[in-house]
């Protein structure tokens, strides 16, 4: 037989490899000649919603900050992210190392060689010299294995997938704090305007008193009362001043950003109308069903199943296709005096006889690996579908809550335009207007702290649910 013919099946089989992708580019091909890169590499970092994450713009802060580029810088500068892409990047690596042992392996080796023969002083035979050429080739193909390669490239999919999920987790947890803090900076915002705007009303009672005394139409008690409640309104502005910065220290610190960089946020909408929130079981469904961590976990399972075969396929015999040919002798040997030219072909089939019992508990510890993955998978998904429970609650509370909040601050400012009138015609005491202001104050903590239950309500729902995306936050409809 021609040793050439024992070459001609891979080379057959390498060639229907190339030809679907040449036409996609031979650099694609030669990075990836098996196909095991997720088009998440392929089509870089996206969301759930299938929407690109691009780093390429950089981010002006010198505008208002969007919610949209507060996500994308987060995104952008997460090193928990870049790690778990790195992951995705390894694993399709190991992936790759599972669909090549389908394939033979093929070596050669060519050597330049001297051989130089000499005797003693007291031999008549002289001494030789021989230059030449050695050539070596050979090939191995293994046939059958029990299913360990079968299981190996599956175990490997798997835990791709389980990469996959993990990112994807890492993406929403950046999303969900990054999108909180968002949220949190534009509630501390409103907070600190509202006690402004009572600042600025203490202040006109306060010029309204002093006139009235001045006139006589007050004592100096109403003027003092006022005095104070304008003192209080200062304070609780100085501290409606410290929560904001606070919170934007916090979401530039979620953006990973220079904790100096100036960031402003747009002005918030007065009035929020909460979105459908459907029913209960539909949102447990999608939890189920598109979870990354949920995903992640059942991944991991279904791998470590798949170990089980490849540990007990790795006691199982195997077999093999070997061939080999050579010219001018074999490697690491001297060169042959004469030309000559050897090739072989067979078939090796081993048969593993005695491992001390160490593959029984080999498959032993992983039967048992996979029963931890599958009760963590378990664990995983209880404690999702009950985060989701809490949250569709906290969600229809808050509905119910902004609607009233709507309510009382709607009466309490029509109180103190009222209350305004009638002191100002000296109808009312500066106890009724001061009362009034106090009621408005409330009323409209009362009103931010519903917005503000009702995006985190909303958001915690989402996030749980595993469909956060980059604009769940962006509008309450």
Known sequence: MNANKWFSAPLFTLCLCILPV?????????????????????????LPDASQVSCMAAVDFSQPLELRDAVDTALCNNLQIRATWAQIKAQSGVLGEARAAYLPTISGSVSRLRNTTTYGSGSREPGTSSTGNQYYGSLNWRLFDFG??????????????????????SLQKTMAAVIQAWFEVATSQ??????????????????????????????????????????????????????????????????????????????????????????????????????????????????????ITVTRSEGLPTADLTAHISRNGFPNQGLSTINQTSRDIGITVSIPLFEGFSRNYKIMEARAQAEQSEAQMEETTTQILTDVVKAYADAKTAVGVLTASERLLNAAQASVASAKRRYANSVADILEVLNAQSSLADAQQQRIEAIAQWRSARLSLLANTGILSQLSGTADE
């Open 22 to 46: 040449w036409g996609e580019g031979l650099q694609s091909w030669i990075d990836d000649p098996l196909r095991a890169q997720p088009v998440q590499l392929q089509g870089g970092v996206t």
């Open 148 to 169: 360990g390669r079968a299981a190996n490239r599956e175990e490997a999919n798997q835990m791709l997938l389980s990469a996959i999920a993990g990112h994807d987790a």
């Open 190 to 307: 409103a907070v600190m305007t509202a006690r402004e705007q009572i600042s600025q009303l203490a202040q006109q009672t306060l010029d309204v008193a002093q006139r009235r005394e001045q006139k006589g139409a007050s004592s100096q008690d109403d003027t003092l009362q006022a005095s104070t409640a304008l003192a209080k309104a200062e304070l609780n502005k100085m501290r409606a001043q410290g929560d904001y910065l606070k919170n934007l220290a916090l979401l530039k610190q979620a953006m990973a950003i220079d904790l100096n960089t100036p960031v402003s946020l747009p002005p918030q909408p007065e009035r929020v109308i909460p979105a459908d929130i459907h029913e209960l079981g539909r949102w447990l469904k999608e939890a189920e069903a598109r979870h990354p961590a949920i995903q992640q976990a059942r991944a991991k399972w279904l791998a470590d199943r798949e170990k």
